[in-house]
Nanobody
Framework: VQLVESGGGLVQAGGSLRLSCAAS??????????MGWYRQAPGKQRELVAD???????RTADSVTGRFTISRDNAKNTVYLQMNSLKPEDTAVYYC???????????????WGQGTQVTVSS
């Protein structure tokens, strides 16, 4: 499974960005179950930003609640992260995560994207 991320960049504080991550694979592919976004700032551990189940249930980190919204399109195997009211402390490399769906519909392997840089200037 390959995860292709897009949408990162440089933005001023208070601005918005939208990240996208599309999952695809060659051969047999039955889609993905949970998808999510994590981030890692310099010198810090990678942390969960938000994730969403195939059924649409979401979790969002307290630090971004009310500013970030996660959503997904199951038909496109794509997850989105709408980031509003960005703050300098949101600066990090954002990584997409996806759990492959097996033919039985249960969780398979866990995959990560290559990461996309988000930089928020003050």
């Amino acid at each position: 499974v390959q995860l292709v991320e897009s949408g990162g960049g440089l933005v001023q504080a208070g601005g918005s960005l939208r990240l996208s991550c599309a999952a695809s694979a060659s051969g047999s592919f039955f889609g993905v179950n949970a998808m999510g976004w994590y981030r890692q700032a310099p010198g810090k551990q990678r942390e969960l930003v938000a994730d969403v189940t195939r059924g649409g249930s979401t979790r969002t980190a307290d630090s971004v609640t009310g500013r970030f919204t996660i959503s997904r399109d199951n038909a496109k195997n794509t997850v989105y992260l709408q980031m509003n009211s960005l703050k300098p402390e949101d600066t990090a490399v954002y990584y997409c995560n996806a759990v492959e769906r097996t033919v039985a519909g249960i969780d398979g392997y866990d995959y990560w994207g290559q990461g996309t840089q988000v930089t928020v200037s003050s």
